[in-house]
């Protein structure tokens, strides 16, 4: 069965740290699509990265950066010099590539980021 | 600039009544979703549309229906509100049919029913 496993429920750095949050997945396709997600204090669901299950290269973007690996099906994202409005809660998604996945997200349970000052 | 809407933003409600909340998107996305996020359960899919006059039911999707009259709208309406259907709802729309599309998220609506 298909899951996403997001095992920090809360993570808290003093800023310009580095942070790394951690997503494990599970899935017996061999097709599928891997996402992250930032919900900030004021509520809204942003979109960061999507990554299919072909792409291994590591995905950098300014201060964010994704490290992909099959061999551990882990989809890490490290945040470079936190800044205080990176705190968010971060939330790991799958989307499995069959049809009968019927296009759905099956999301971890979010890790709550707190950078302090 | 292209968008998703969701409207109120904050309702209130008491048990029993049927309540409608709104979710509009002007990206012409054939994918529609409706989901609640709840604390200790993340976010579960109620019901989604592939399509004009398609709907699906999610994981939640007792006490909830949808209805998709044309490509914009996916309106979820609480026939009878309960107090365990107070929860913050979130709209979604994805591009075309096919489980590589992102999807894409409103500002959510705050309901509570008393």
């Known amino acids: 069965a298909q899951k996403v496993t997001q095992a920090q429920t809360e993570i808290s750095v003093v800023e310009k740290e580095d942070v790394t949050l951690d997503c494990v997945y599970e899935?017996?396709?061999?097709?599928?699509?891997l996402f992250w997600y930032k919900q900030p204090p004021s509520g809204e669901l942003v979109f960061l990265i999507r990554r299919n299950s072909f792409d291994e290269q590591n995905e950098i973007s300014g201060r964010y950066s994704w490290n992909f690996q099959k061999s551990t099906s882990s989809f890490n994202f490290t945040i470079t010099a936190s800044q205080v409005v990176d705190s968010a809660v971060y939330f790991c998604?799958?989307?499995?590539?069959?049809?009968?996945?019927?296009?759905?997200?099956?999301w971890g349970a979010g890790t709550k980021l707190i950078i302090k000052p | 600039d292209a968008e998703i809407t969701q409207s109120p933003r904050h309702k209130i409600t008491e048990t029993g009544r049927q309540v409608t909340l709104a979710c509009h998107q002007t990206?012409?996305?054939?994918?529609m979703f409706w989901y609640r996020q709840d604390l200790g359960h993340g976010l579960r899919l109620i019901h989604y549309?592939?399509?004009?006059?398609?709907?699906n039911k999610g994981e939640v999707s007792d006490g909830y229906s949808v209805s998709r009259s044309n490509t914009e709208d996916l309106p979820l309406t609480l026939e009878s509100a309960a107090s365990s259907q107070t929860s913050v709802y979130f709209c979604?729309?994805?591009?075309?049919?096919?489980?590589?599309?992102?999807?894409?998220f409103g500002p959510g609506t705050r309901l509570t029913v008393l």
């Open positions: 899935t017996r396709d061999t097709t599928y699509y």
């Open positions: 998604a799958l989307s499995e590539g069959s049809r009968d996945s019927n296009y759905q997200l099956i």
């Open positions: 990206w012409n996305h054939n994918n």
């Open positions: 979604a729309s994805s591009e075309r049919t096919s489980s590589t599309d992102t999807q894409y």
């Open positions: 549309s592939y399509g004009v006059q398609d709907t």
